[in-house]
């Protein structure tokens, strides 16, 4: 049974920062692409960044030079550094792998507001 815990998420100012962090347990975690999505309320589900299982990163237009994934295969851990936040990043934040599949953790909420 795979276990997803997705937790950093919470209320920030434009400008600041967060860490998302993605814990799993239960699954060849090394195996996988991974990735964080996020979805916004009356908006569709966005792919946000991707850590390939060979190592490499993509990231959406819209957060490039801001976000960083990466990950930690030996702790079954992926995260989500974001930085200089704008209203419109608030959204719930999710990992899963990549291509999405859907059936694991229930989100991060992260809102940026002043």
């Known amino acids: 049974q795979v276990q997803v815990l997705e937790s950093g998420g919470g209320l920030v100012r434009p400008g600041g920062s967060l860490r998302l962090i993605c814990v799993v347990s239960?699954?060849?975690?090394?195996?996988?692409?991974l990735a964080w999505y996020r979805q916004a309320p009356g908006k569709q589900r966005e792919l946000v960044a991707v850590s390939t299982r060979g190592g490499g990163t993509n990231y959406a237009d819209s957060v490039k030079g801001r976000f960083t994934i990466s990950r930690d295969n030996a702790k079954n851990t992926m995260y989500l550094q974001m930085n200089s936040l704008k209203p419109e990043d608030t959204a719930v934040y999710y990992c899963?792998?990549?291509?999405?599949?859907?059936?694991w953790g229930q989100g991060t909420q992260v809102t940026v507001s002043s």
């Open positions: 239960g699954s060849s975690f090394s195996i996988y692409s």
């Open positions: 899963d792998r990549y291509p999405y599949v859907g059936d």
